[in-house]
T-cell receptor, first 115, second 112 residues
Framework: DTGVSQDPRHKITKRGQNVTFRCDPI?????LYWYRQTLGQGPEFLTY????????KSRLLSDRFSAERPKGSFSTLEIQRTEQGDSAMYLC?????????????FGPGTRLTVL | DAKTTQPNSMESNEEEPVHLPCNHS???????IHWYRQLPSQGPEYVIH???SNVNNRMASLAIAEDRKSSTLILHRATLRDAAVYYC?????????????FGKGTLLTVNP
């Protein structure tokens, strides 16, 4: 399967611990997005990369959150000093830059539970 | 970001057509209309998008009003697998990024 993959699929951690999630986009896609989704809500945009450059960060992305995309391939999202409010599904999506709009392909998500 | 309005929920019977409405009265001339759906415990899945003309693909059809202030996603024959939350999203082209702003969407229930 050549879709977007995310690892791990589930993560349970204790408050105050650091966690890191990985996203592997579709291989030729140069755009990569991170979203967060809480129960009963639609996904919310967190950050966006074009190749290795992080071009936009949402105000939702506090200083405890950091994302990287070294070499413009896979991406990692790290949350430091996790809080219970960080419990959510973290979704990654990728797309190929086009001339106008583009289609985003989402991974299955990483469900984070902070105890 | 321009806002969309969708019904919270809709119900359909299997093998019948489904028309999912979306209002977007503040749409700008360069906004594309995207539809994504999210099945339980999965990430969102692209369904279809359009700008001005009606669009068809293997999954669905998108009917766009002449003034572009509303659109309708049409599933021609609903199956149980189509039960999902359907999101109507406006995405403005020409910017430096193409982030999607999701609302709460429409929860579609398909009855056997």
């Amino acid at each position: 399967d050549t879709g977007v993959s995310q690892d791990p699929r589930h993560k349970i951690t204790k408050r105050g611990q650091n966690v890191t999630f990985r996203c592997d986009p579709i291989s030729e896609h140069n755009r990569l997005y991170w979203y967060r989704q809480t129960l009963g809500q639609g996904p919310e945009f967190l950050t966006y990369f074009q190749n290795e450059a992080q071009l936009e960060k949402s105000r939702l992305l506090s200083d405890r959150f950091s994302a990287e995309r070294p070499k413009g391939s896979f991406s990692t999202l790290e949350i430091q000093r996790t809080e219970q409010g960080d419990s959510a599904m973290y979704l990654c999506a990728s797309s190929l830059a086009g001339f106008s709009t583009d289609t985003q392909y989402f991974g299955p998500g990483t469900r984070l539970t902070v105890l | 970001d321009a806002k969309t309005t969708q019904p919270n929920s809709m119900e359909s019977n299997e093998e019948e057509p489904v028309h999912l409405p979306c209002n977007h009265s503040t749409i700008s001339g360069t906004d594309y209309i995207h539809w994504y759906r999210q099945l339980p415990s999965q990430g969102p899945e692209y369904v279809i998008h359009g700008l001005t003309s009606n669009v068809n693909n293997r999954m669905a059809s998108l009917a766009i009003a002449e003034d572009r202030k509303s659109s309708t996603l049409i599933l021609h024959r609903a199956t149980l697998r189509d039960a999902a939350v359907y999101y109507c999203i406006l995405e403005g082209s020409g910017g430096s990024n193409y982030k999607l702003t999701f609302g709460k969407g429409t929860l579609l229930t398909v009855n056997p």
